[in-house]
């Protein structure tokens, strides 16, 4: 069958080690339906910076252009850590890549596993039965919008948000359709009471859905509301729809639901590009332990089959590998504190159950 | 003794109701402590633009001006909502009040109460000893940055968020005396990986701690971190300092911790005024009903007495008697569903108390 070409942007911290075993189970999915994955490296982040004193070098971004998915690790290094006027930071990779890739779409699905509702910080009653997705705009809104910086008598600093119709309108497209898929309800979360910006959000989603997805429920909420309701009623969700910076906050606080960050896969999508990782950071203090979680890698490349290459059942699959893992107590210590597995014998089990 | 003059705006929804069983309470303490409290009522939100046009009127101005001390209810009505466009909104009163009154530091304390632990969706474990305290900045940032607006085309919307040095130290001033009686810790909350004026935050908060407060612990959080560490120990926070935009956010999402708004009071002071309200809003649906929780309102009386009149003893006697009403199982439907007491019973039986 045609050649998949995957980039492989471990990063860094425990990235290296988790994209490993995502491989791993990649290459098993590859043998069995007999796909054939190719798999080029690239540095991105603290260690892209070390090699080439930029967090998003021009080879990664050529690489990434002429790939058909990209696997990506963790970025982030203690060492660019609260030195907020560091003139290099592996974030600033992380932003020009989503911008140079248009990435628009992040996209953050968050379940409640029965093998660890004892994990989560909610009680069950309240988390059982989440399933729902939040899409996050990922490169408009204050993250991006000029002037940006600090006055020239340096007393005060300024950001701008900046969003346009036709910025809206391609994630709110997404939303509807994933909706369609799933539970058929899109909320939006905004804060039209104060911003010009999320009023914005609020007529040009009102229309669409009007004019395209009539047969969608949508709702609207208030951010600050919505901070409540996901930790309040988190299974009232289905679909999340957000600008930047409030998609930021809330996907980070959505993650806790299920019990452990380490579960919890992404992906940010564009028109032509399409990347997958884990939502988890670089944690640091693990790296080479062995001791990382490589499942919410391993979901990412369960959702870059599906997304990128339309390998449905593929991806269910290793989704109900990790299931089987869980249920048995195949997991590392985040998730199994008296009995836990390594990173790899959890690839290795994944990849073996596939 | 000297005249207290307290400004009383109701405004909407069961807002006259909890002020009612507030203003109760405080009559108590001035009986008791033989202190002249005088109570004027002044228009806000939608009861104002019912009377006036005006969400906030040059004669509630002039009254909150003339005050030593505001007592707020709620505002809001369900014929201002999902309407973005309306052109006058009982929100724009409650921002230019804000901002006409110079409240620059909205402070709110979230506390786990005991007899409620049941009701959180938190676990116990997770949210015993909960005992924090937020300090949002609610005059500045991009609630009211210009240019905010509409494009000329009608294709693009934005938004601007800036601050000031001295905007920044002021509430900072504040956070840090508070921590200082508190458990001597403040958390800086911002996103300084990708905001220039988050950056301004760290500078000029490091610079204030370094200089003034170095005997305080200061760490920092970016706000994602920020909403996941809220629900998964919020026990390790004492002062969370913040901006405008992830305030609102953050103290709604730490609302839910304790298990009812109901409970939650707050405070917005500035250097010459000073306004006191529950956290929740205006509750239209139980609007006449007796059945809203008055609670949070008499908290922030207490909070009043404290923070404007210096009546430290006063004021834990009213959270003292709030205290024995909840164990004593004395509360709203919202608390106790099996037995509920009415929203006059529940002040009825605090004043008592006192
Ligand atoms: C590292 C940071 C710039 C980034 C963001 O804010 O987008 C991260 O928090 C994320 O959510 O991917
Ligand atoms: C009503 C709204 C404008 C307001 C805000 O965002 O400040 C409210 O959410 C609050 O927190 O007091």
């Given amino acids: 069958s045609e050649t998949k070409k995957i980039a492989v942007?471990?990063?860094?911290?425990?990235?290296?080690?988790?994209?490993?075993?995502?491989?791993?189970?990649?290459?098993?999915?590859?043998?069995?339906?007999?796909?054939?994955?190719?798999?080029?490296?690239?540095?991105?982040?603290?260690?892209?910076?070390?090699?080439?004193?930029?967090?998003?070098?021009?080879?990664?971004?050529?690489?990434?252009?002429?790939?058909?998915?990209?696997?990506?690790?963790?970025?982030?290094?203690?060492?660019?850590?609260?030195?907020?006027?560091?003139?290099?930071?592996?974030?600033?990779?992380?932003?020009?890549?989503?911008?140079?890739?248009?990435?628009?779409?992040?996209?953050?699905?968050?379940?409640?596993?029965?093998?660890?509702?004892?994990?989560?910080?909610?009680?069950?009653?309240?988390?059982?039965?989440?399933?729902?997705?939040?899409?996050?705009?990922?490169?408009?809104?204050?993250?991006?919008?000029?002037?940006?910086?600090?006055?020239?008598?340096?007393?005060?600093?300024?950001?701008?948000?900046?969003?346009?119709?036709?910025?809206?309108?391609?994630?709110?497209?997404?939303?509807?359709?994933?909706?369609?898929?799933?539970?058929?309800?899109?909320?939006?979360?905004?804060?039209?009471?104060?911003?010009?910006?999320?009023r914005l959000w609020r007529d040009e989603v009102k229309d669409l859905h009007q004019r395209e997805y009539a047969d969608v429920e949508l709702d609207y909420l208030f951010v600050d509301n919505a901070a409540m309701q996901l930790i309040l009623n988190p299974s009232s969700f289905d679909v999340l729809l957000t600008e930047n910076m409030f998609g930021d906050i809330l996907s980070d606080e959505a993650s806790v639901i299920g019990g452990s960050l380490g579960l919890l896969p992404s992906a940010s999508v564009g028109d032509s590009s399409a990347l997958y990782e884990p939502v988890h950071g670089s944690y640091p203090q693990a790296k080479g332990k062995n001791i990382a979680n490589p499942i919410a890698t391993i979901l990412s490349a369960a959702m870059m089959l599906e997304t990128s290459f339309d390998m449905v059942e593929e991806a269910s699959l290793i989704r109900q590998a990790v299931q089987d893992s869980l249920n048995e107590g195949v997991g590392t210590e985040d998730l199994f504190k008296s009995n836990p597995s390594t990173t790899n014998e959890v690839g290795d089990y994944i990849a073996g159950k596939i």
């Avoid at 020009?96 to 069950?124: C, F, Q, W």
């Fill in 9 to 198: 942007l471990a990063g860094d911290g425990i990235g290296p080690e988790v994209c490993d075993e995502a491989i791993k189970v990649l290459k098993a999915v590859g043998k069995i339906w007999g796909h054939n994955f190719q798999f080029s490296k690239g540095f991105v982040g603290a260690a892209a910076i070390g090699e080439t004193g930029d967090p998003y070098p021009v080879e990664t971004h050529s690489l990434c252009l002429n790939s058909d998915a990209i696997l990506f690790g963790a970025i982030g290094d203690p060492k660019y850590d609260n030195d907020p006027n560091a003139k290099v930071r592996p974030e600033q990779g992380l932003l020009r890549m989503r911008k140079a890739l248009g990435l628009y779409a992040n996209i953050r699905p968050v379940t409640a596993y029965e093998a660890l509702l004892d994990s989560s910080p909610l009680k069950h009653e309240r988390i059982a039965g989440t399933d729902l997705v939040i899409f996050r705009e990922l490169t408009g809104g204050i993250y991006f919008g000029k002037p940006s910086g600090r006055s020239e008598n340096d007393l005060e600093a300024f950001d701008a948000s900046l969003y346009s119709r036709q910025e809206i309108r391609r994630i709110a497209i997404k939303a509807f359709e994933a909706a369609r898929k799933r539970k058929n309800k899109v909320t939006l979360v905004d804060k039209a009471n104060v911003l010009a910006t999320s």
